[in-house]
Nanobody, 120 residues
């Protein structure tokens, strides 16, 4: 069974940076994509970024383009999300999810989430 564990969340001031990590275990294939989602209080969960198996295909929500960067380290089965120029609107619980490719409706598993709070 695939398991995902997120880490790296915390409290940061506006304009600051954080790096989130999503470590996968229990994988039976090297072919997978990992996406990051977030959910703020009272709002629906939204997709933030995704990276396909090769690492050459990445996707970002318009709200984070130019500020967030997704990358992966296949040897460690880990995907990172670098969050720069953070804004209070970025405050949310961030989740990672795994699927065969970005955009697939068949999610194999979700992480438990990590809280990101942007506040002065």
């Amino acid at each position: 069974q695939v398991q995902l564990v997120e880490s790296g969340g915390g409290l940061v001031q506006p304009g600051g940076s954080l790096r989130l990590s999503c470590a996968a275990s229990g994988l039976t294939s090297d072919y997978y994509a990992i996406g990051w989602f977030r959910q703020a209080p009272g709002k629906e969960r939204e997709g933030v970024a995704c990276i396909n198996n090769s690492g050459g295909s990445t996707y970002y929500a318009d709200s984070v383009k130019g500020r967030f960067t997704i990358s992966r380290e296949n040897a460690k089965n880990t995907v990172y999300l670098q969050l720069n120029s953070l804004k209070p609107d970025d405050t949310a619980v961030y989740y990672c999810a795994i699927a065969s490719v970005c955009g697939s409706p068949e999610i194999w598993g979700w992480g438990q989430g990590t809280q990101v709070t942007v506040s002065s």
